[in-house]
């Protein structure tokens, strides 16, 4: 069974600021994926595959690995980036709407 831990829970950013969220796994993999969920919406897929960007997604949003350790980084944030990230290891694909 794999674990997922990602960080930190919470955290306040003024717009202009990067920030990174950092996801670790019990295992490695090429099939991470890092998604966003706004209030009543569905989640968003923004990378795929660690570090492939979803088409239509901002290149403010970027994704890298070091191990088993998986790293979201969002240059410049705008008050449009806030909401709930997640990150999801998949055997295959990531989902998509």
């Known amino acids: 069974e794999n674990i997922l831990t990602q960080s930190p829970g919470s955290q306040s950013v003024v717009p202009g600021q990067s920030v990174s969220i ?26 795929y595959e660690v ?13 890298r690995r070091s ?3 998986y790293t979201l980084t969002i240059s410049g944030v705008q008050t449009e980036d806030s909401g709930v990230y997640y990150c999801q290891q998949s055997g295959s694909f990531p989902f998509t709407q």
């Open 67 to 69: 191990g088993t350790e």
């Open 22 to 47: 950092t996801c670790r796994s019990s295992t490695s993999t090429s099939y991470l994926h890092w998604y966003l969920q706004k209030p009543g919406e569905a989640p968003k897929l923004l990378i």
């Open 51 to 63: 570090s492939s960007r979803q088409s239509g997604v901002s290149d403010r949003f970027s994704g």
